[in-house]
């Protein structure tokens, strides 16, 4: 897999969990505790596709 295909799997996961945590927040029975790990994966997804952006620009200069 290429860092590019990679990327954008990646920002497409990211999205997904904003639209799952959207979805947790506006129910009346939203559980912090699943919110907390929703967000926690979210965080994780957008340091990885920082890491690689960051991987791609430095090749990209060399």
Do not use: N, Y
């Amino acid at each position: 897999m290429s860092i590019q295909s990679h990327l954008v799997e990646l920002e497409r996961r990211h999205q997904a969990l904003e639209r799952e945590i959207h979805g947790e927040q506006i129910q009346p029975s939203a559980s912090d505790l699943k919110l907390k790990e929703l967000k926690r994966k979210k965080l994780h997804l957008k340091q990885e596709i920082e890491k690689l952006k960051g991987r791609t620009i430095s090749a990209a200069l060399h």
